[in-house]
T-cell receptor, first 111, second 118 residues
């Protein structure tokens, strides 16, 4: 069973703070990792993908990957109320052509 | 460019009835996926089409679920007969390439169909 674990939250941060979202995965051979944002009642939207160890930055978002620890994180700098959503971690397990998702972490950014 | 569209957005049916969900992928996307999210659980994979062929149907819960993609364009997912535990949000997704490990290959999701079986 390929698993992806996330803290369900909610994670509450004040506006302007850094939000840190974490994810662990069980399949050591996984090669690609994704963060999706989902607003209530909407489709999951890809915001970051990462394939190699280290950090990847895109605007206010930074994804971090540590394959040895089987750990992926997403940092959101200068959090805005519009960032309030559920953040889904997804992994493409070895030998599969699809994604395995975590349950998601709800982020609440208060003005 | 139109995204992945799903119809209906909501469906309320009684146990034992039949429901058919439809998905139109992004034009030109050969890969089409069905996922489901049951309340309180993670989004789970159901099935993957490459064009009109079923590439992987390992996630289909049982033989009450039938997915088709005739002609390799839109897809339908039929549940017959529906049971209470089938309630949830059914998502469709599409991608251009088969290999999701390819850098910058993306999986695009539709807004989902909320299915409620009473």
């Amino acid at each position: 069973q390929k698993e992806v674990e996330q803290n369900s939250g909610p994670l509450s941060v004040p506006e302007g703070a850094i939000a840190s979202l974490n994810c662990t995965y069980s399949d050591r051979g996984s090669q690609s990792f994704f963060w999706y944002r989902q607003y209530s009642g909407k489709s999951p939207e890809l915001i970051m993908s990462i394939y190699s160890n280290g950090d990847k930055e895109d605007g206010r978002f930074t994804a971090q990957l540590n394959k040895a620890s089987q750990y992926v994180s997403l940092l959101i700098r200068d959090s805005q109320p519009s960032d309030s959503a559920t953040y889904l971690c997804a992994v493409n397990p070895t030998g599969y052509s699809t994604l395995t998702f975590g349950k998601g972490t709800m982020l609440l950014v208060s003005p | 460019e139109a995204g992945v569209t799903q119809f209906p957005s909501h469906s309320v049916i009684e146990k034992g009835q039949t429901v058919t969900l439809r998905c139109d992928p992004i034009s030109g996307h050969d890969n089409l996926y069905w996922y489901r999210r049951v309340m309180g659980k993670e989004i789970k994979f159901l099935l993957h089409f490459v064009k009109e062929s079923k590439q992987d149907e390992s996630g289909m819960p049982n033989n009450r679920f039938l997915a088709e993609r005739t002609g390799g364009t839109y897809s339908t997912l039929k549940v017959q007969p529906a049971e209470l535990e089938d309630s949830g949000v059914y998502f469709c997704a599409s991608s251009q390439a088969y290999d999701l490990d390819r850098v910058n290959e993306k999986l695009f999701f539709g807004s989902g169909t909320q299915l409620s079986v009473l």
